[in-house]
């Protein structure tokens, strides 16, 4: 089966998780076009290691700008491993539109969101389009390079506090 995802943080084009979408052994992603939320959401970067995240918190912050992508069941699978779905990321249907196209074309697809987050990570800046190397100077750390303790989801999700 053939799905479409939307990327907007690391594994775009040109950042540092984007080889996962290449690798063949992950399964097959298609390059499709470039998009833009439908709906305004606040993307931030958070925790020590600069990961960037797409809050579920609609008409707040921007149409945030990233890449769709046809994959199949096997990538669709390792992605939802990389983002940690359901435990940290959620994968959700979502309203896309082709920034690529001369009409105003939406697409439904795969978006990975950060839902049940600590709600102080609204008042982190917003963006529009992720860089690792953008004018914002929090340059994403890889996973290999992290502490292998550091949870991620008691970082960010607020209903980790008691876990």
Sequence with gaps: MVHKVFVYGTL??????????????NGVATFIAEGMTKEKYPLIIATKYNVPFLLHSPGTGYNVKGEIYEVDDK????????????????????????????HRTVMKCWVYFLKMFKPELLSKPFLEDYKS????????????KRDVNFKLKLAVRDDCAYL
Excluded: A, F
Excluded at 12 to 25: L, Q
Excluded at 77 to 95: F, G, M, Q, T, W
């Design 75 to 102: 990538m669709l699978s390792n992605l939802d491993i990389l983002e940690d779905h359901p435990n940290c990321y959620i994968r959700d249907k979502n309203d896309i539109v082709l920034t690529d196209s001369t």
């Design 133 to 144: 190397e953008g004018d914002h100077g929090m340059r994403y750390c890889e996973r290999c």
């Design 12 to 25: 775009k084009r040109n950042e540092p998780n984007h080889g996962t979408m290449t690798n063949p052994e």
